[in-house]
């Protein structure tokens, strides 16, 4: 009965987001004192539906979830030549959150969710129709690798999402702990990962996780309705909130800091946000605004 429960809570999930028309923007990015400077937006998905779930496999690769024909599929746009094109051959379920795996070459993994409920993470390679299961039966919703034998991950655990430290070298999984969210990270320039739980008050704490001693530090709570967050460097924390931009310094702040307004370019309603590994792009998903 749970794992009908866990089926149907994930299956609506998927349909309310596809029915949602996002796009996904590429932005140059600047660290200024005191904040950012986000300049050069461009729209790189440019298409009615769900466009998604944004990460760089490099410093000129974005890949996103992308709606093809009225499908999810994993799109990757490249920035040197300004084109996207489809990573992979179309399969009968659809693609979630495409994420580049560590050491793998051009290889990618992805949540599918297939049309009989199915759930499971799979990894793809390139131009390919086949893929595989990244650890057999078990029904991901959200991770992020640490490196190329470890991975972060919310998985289906009833009702709720559980979090979950998996060790791809030897197929085990180690529960952590239960009602997690669904932004899981590893930090830029550290050795750290990152994550949020569900609070009694059901807005999001944000800790880390050291991977090396299984110790979690709380840093802070996000602002209320906020479910995303991207690093911007191992101490700085950004999200978005309508059409403007905030920071947490865990160093020198202990309150969001609103450090961009993007109110005239064109969207609203900023959620999963990706900084690229210099640092010097960010891809953010966003609604347009109807003209």
């Not at 009908?4 to 028309?21: D, E, I, P, R």
């Not at 659809?94 to 297939?114: C, F, M």
């Not at 880390?208 to 967050?229: A, K, R």
Request: net charge negative; aromatic share 12%.
């Amino acid at each position: 009965m749970k794992y009908q429960l866990s089926v149907l809570f994930m299956l609506c999930f998927f349909c309310l987001n596809a029915q949602s028309n996002t796009e996904v923007y590429l932005c140059n990015l600047e660290s200024v004192y005191g904040g950012i400077d986000i300049f050069n937006i461009q729209n790189i998905s440019n298409d009615p539906g769900y466009d998604s779930q944004p990460s760089f496999s490099d410093n000129n690769t974005v890949l996103f979830a992308g709606n093809h024909n009225g499908q999810t599929d994993i799109a990757q746009y490249s920035i040197s030549e300004k084109s996207k094109t489809w990573f992979h051959l179309p399969t009968d379920g659809g693609e979630y959150s495409p994420t580049h795996i560590p050491n793998g070459k051009n290889n990618v993994a992805a949540v599918r969710l297939d049309p009989d409920g199915l759930q499971r993470l799979y990894y793809y390679k390139k131009d390919s129709p086949n893929s595989s299961e990244v650890i057999e039966g078990l029904q991901v919703a959200y991770f992020a690798y640490y490196d190329d034998q470890t991975l972060l991950a919310s998985v289906l655990g009833g009702e709720d999402l559980d979090l979950v430290l998996c060790n791809l070298k030897t197929k085990t999984v180690d529960t952590l702990l239960t009602n997690s969210g669904r932004s899981i990270h590893k930090v830029l320039g550290s050795k750290s990962m990152s994550y949020t739980i569900i609070n009694k008050e059901k807005n999001e704490d944000l800790y880390l996780f050291d991977v090396d001693s299984g110790e979690s530090f709380f840093v802070c709570q996000l602002p209320i309705g906020v479910q995303d967050y991207t690093w911007l460097n191992s101490s700085q924390i950004l999200i978005g909130s309508g059409s403007k931009i905030y920071m947490y310094d865990t160093f020198l702040s202990s309150e969001w800091k609103l450090v961009a307004d993007l109110s005239g370019a064109g969207f609203k309603n900023i959620s999963r946000m990706a900084v690229s590994p210099d640092e010097k792009k960010i891809a953010l998903v966003a609604e347009p605004v109807q003209k």
